[in-house]
């Protein structure tokens, strides 16, 4: 074991490969390339060609294979990202939320609170509020209106600064 020649499938010419990964711009893919270039033009064992690229022989190994059985998509096409850790799935958040849309459009105010309450009856377990937030911004909901004043507030102070702000802006053309 480890005497095996490492050689990449011809799907692309050393001139493509070359191209790729001059112009490819995210490191880890252009790295890709590079063992798709050793491999291309001088085949060799893994462990050689990762000790020449910086990378394991593992990598290596996994890189050639890929790329030999599917071609330059498996270099382009990364599979990294995505939602590894859902509480539920887009459509059942969508599905969760119209409840809340439609008392929304009533014009009824739905809190943070009431929300988080809900969801974590539906999940079965406590999430932080910050998963609320997160929740509301991927599906395009943001917070609507702020309260209109502190409640701690002079409301004679309140009433004559709304004074002068609003004949600034009818002023203004």
């Known amino acids: 074991m480890g005497h095996r020649i490492t050689r990449a499938a011809s799907h692309l010419s050393v001139d493509e490969v070359k191209e790729r990964m001059k112009t490819e711009r995210r490191v880890w893919v252009r790295q890709h390339w590079w063992i798709i270039y050793n491999a291309q033009v001088s085949p060799r064992k893994a462990e050689e060609i990762a000790l020449h690229t910086g990378v394991s022989a593992t990598t290596v190994h996994r890189v050639i294979a890929r790329y030999n059985r599917l071609g330059p998509t498996a ?48 999940v079965q377990q406590e999430v932080h509020t910050n998963t609320i937030y997160r929740l509301l911004h991927r599906h395009g909901w943001r917070q609507l209106a702020p309260r209109a004043r502190h409640p701690k507030a002079n409301q004679e102070e309140q009433a004559a600064l709304q004074k002068k702000t609003s004949s600034k802006r009818s002023r203004q053309p």
Do not use: M, N, W
């Open 75 to 122: 270099i382009e096409q990364s599979a990294k990202g995505g939602r590894h850790h859902e509480y539920l799935t887009l459509e059942q958040e969508q599905a969760f939320l119209q409840p809340f849309f439609a008392r929304a459009e009533r014009g009824e105010i739905a809190t943070v609170e009431q929300i988080q309450q809900a969801f974590e009856t539906q």
